[in-house]
């Protein structure tokens, strides 16, 4: 990468030297465009409602998320009974078969990666307006590992239907999806959409504008 | 030059060498890498060029090769269950269709498109803008919005997730009655090391580079 000027310098940002850049192909125009004439995405040197589209699928996330823990998960028919497991109860009972590894998948899967993606994209959209202690390549690097990981939590959700196609042997064993099921791919959506409505650009603007109060 | 440049410039530059970080919106003038390297935005460290060998032939090598898997682990069994003599077995289109009832329908549509439908339509929009390049060819009509799709489509092809979710199935009912692998199975297991592969070979500024200057390309 050619770097002009002096690296000790703060990065010329596209939009201070009066360009805009396409955040899907990376090329830059000059700022009368609309949409970017390489790929046709549309243009914008910060998108301003991102932090409100951000809070908007948040909240629909975490609204999804408390009946997925609240209802079942999975309802299993036997021969003897009928048993119907939330997510975390179900995670217990395979743990209680002995299955350590599985129930922690599961727990993380389900549990800690959701919650934690909910807390983790919270502090990136009040820290970038406010600012932070937290580096914004820390920050930065905060995001690109929410993106990363969160489509992981469908896992649960295709368990549930590989059970329910698989587990179908008349009166012996069924398996039928429980209304969990639903909630929590929704939920997962939801914070998908949160975390993908987030302009990462903003990080690095306010970082530079506290640099800036901090210098002067 | 074509004439849809602007007299506008940077580092004295036109617009069309520079390339800015869609993470941390930080300015370059673009300079490919050698082949294998990568460019590096040096801000947030998100890696903005990586060339490599061969790749567009690669990639329509695993991608033809997804193609054929995607659509013949469809049909195929997947996972077979037995248990007290009586049997089972669902393939990938079954598990998808499993929420079938009510409200449970949106779900069963929701899951078909994300282990089948949106990775087979990135398979071929792939397909679509890359085979004319490789070959050499004036890009196809509207390879560029293709393109940009089948970026926009990447996080919801979640294939590679349905296969380890396979794993904790299988070790869920694996108390409650006989579990066998169908071929689908393995078929899918390949299929996922090949997606991982796949993207990786994938430079997407090489791509773009090739679609706007699709005479001189290198």
Known sequence: ?216 | MPDTQHIHSAFGRPLEDLIACPSCDALYVARMPETGGRAVCDRCHTVLIAPKRKAGLRIIALTLAVLILVVSAMFFPFLDIHRLGLGNSASILDAATAFSSGPMAALGLGTAAMIVIVPLIRMLLILYVLTPIVFDRQPFAQARRAFRWSQELKPWAMAEIFAIGCAVALVKVADLAQIGFGPAFWMFSVLVVIVLFNDNYLCTWSVWKSLETPKNRG
């Open chain 1, 1 to 216: 990468m050619e770097i002009p000027g002096n690296s000790e310098e703060p990065r010329l940002t596209a939009r201070e030297a009066g360009l805009v850049a396409c955040r899907a192909c990376a090329r830059v125009w000059t700022p009368d465009h609309d949409r970017c004439e390489r790929c046709g995405a549309r243009l914008q040197s910060r998108d301003t409602g991102s932090l409100q589209r951000v809070w908007a699928w948040w909240v629909a996330g975490l609204t999804c998320y408390i009946p997925a823990n609240l209802y079942p998960m999975l309802v299993t028919d036997t021969l003897m009974q009928e048993t119907s497991s939330t997510i975390v109860g179900g995670a217990v009972e395979i743990a209680s078969h002995g299955a350590y590894g599985i129930a922690a998948i599961i727990l993380i899967a389900s549990v800690l990666i959701p919650i934690g993606k909910f807390l983790a994209i919270a502090f990136l959209a009040i820290s970038a307006r406010r600012g932070s202690h937290v580096a914004p390549q820390k920050r930065q690097h905060l995001y690109e590992v929410v993106e990363f990981i969160g489509r992981w939590s469908m896992i649960d959700v295709f368990v549930v239907a590989i059970l329910s196609a698989l587990v179908q042997l008349s009166s012996v064993a069924s398996i039928q999806p429980g209304p969990a099921a639903l909630t929590f791919a929704l939920s997962v959506v939801f914070t998908m959409l949160s975390a993908q409505s987030f302009d990462s650009r903003l990080i690095w603007d306010t970082a530079r504008r506290n640099r800036r109060d901090r210098t002067t």
